[in-house]
T-cell receptor, first 116, second 120 residues
Framework: AQKVTQAQTEISVVEKEDVTLDCVYETRDTTYYLFWYKQPPSGELVFLIRRNSFDEQNEISGRYSWNFQKSTSSFNFTITASQVVDSAVYFC?????????????FGTGTRLQVTL | DTAVSQTPKYLVTQMGNDKSIKCEQNLGHDTMYWYKQDSKKFLKIMFSYNNKELIINETVPNRFSPKSPDKAHLNLHINSLELGDSAVYFC???????????????????FGPGTRLLVL
């Protein structure tokens, strides 16, 4: 069975600090996808990034960067120079492809609180 | 333009009632999903439909019945509501991996705004 672990339940930082959210996953699949979603206080789920198991190249998008390491089954997410608007719950997710649909297994989420 | 929409946004009802939540996507996707987020924020898949056909049916009570009149709509009907059904229900959609030409985007699920259900 697939499993996603986000060991950090809550992180609090002061604005402009860098923060890394950890994600560790378990799967028997050789091909899989990993995702990060953001859930701000308003409640919607916002897709941030997708990474497939064959592409370990790290990615940077503005203040966001992702570090995918297959050897340690980790897909960590770093926010540089955090802002109050980054305050949200962040979910890491792993997909299991069933043939016609992908089923997402979510971690329990990390609540990030950015204060002034 | 709203990609994935759900109605209603809030639903407050009495135990034992029957209620429906509607979901529509205008992304042209073939696959739609229902997820449940409990009070501890844990998200779990309930159902998935591909082109109106049920693909994924997790261990969900029979009181929950999804219906897909066409591939742009996936509704969720709940009979005999119980206190434990209180949660946020999210609809999502994705492109069929095969239709996407094997493109990575076929794996990405886009979520609606959620329906907050409170059973009293």
């Amino acid at each position: 069975a697939q499993k996603v672990t986000q060991a950090q339940t809550e992180i609090s930082v002061v604005e402009k600090e860098d923060v890394t959210l950890d994600c560790v996953y378990e799967t028997r699949d050789t091909t899989y996808y990993l995702f990060w979603y953001k859930q701000p206080p308003s409640g919607e789920l916002v897709f941030l990034i997708r990474r497939n198991s064959f592409d370990e190249q790290n990615e940077i998008s503005g203040r966001y960067s992702w570090n995918f390491q297959k050897s340690t089954s980790s897909f960590n997410f770093t926010i540089t120079a955090s802002q109050v608007v980054d305050s949200a719950v962040y979910f890491c997710a792993l997909s299991e492809y069933t043939g016609t649909a992908s089923k997402l297994t979510f971690g329990t989420g990390t609540r990030l609180q950015v204060t002034l | 333009d709203t990609a994935v929409s759900q109605t209603p946004k809030y639903l407050v009802t009495q135990m034992g009632n029957d209620k429906s939540i509607k979901c529509e996507q205008n992304l042209g996707h073939d696959t739609m999903y229902w997820y449940k987020q409990d009070s501890k924020k844990f998200l779990k898949i309930m159902f998935s439909y591909n082109n109106k056909e049920l693909i994924i049916n997790e261990t969900v009570p029979n009181r929950f019945s999804p219906k897909s009149p066409d591939k742009a709509h996936l509704n969720l009907h709940i009979n005999s509501l119980e206190l434990g059904d209180s949660a946020v229900y999210f609809c999502a959609s994705s492109q069929d991996f095969r239709v996407a030409g094997g493109s990575h985007d076929g794996e990405t699920q886009y979520f609606g705004p959620g329906t907050r259900l409170l059973v009293l």
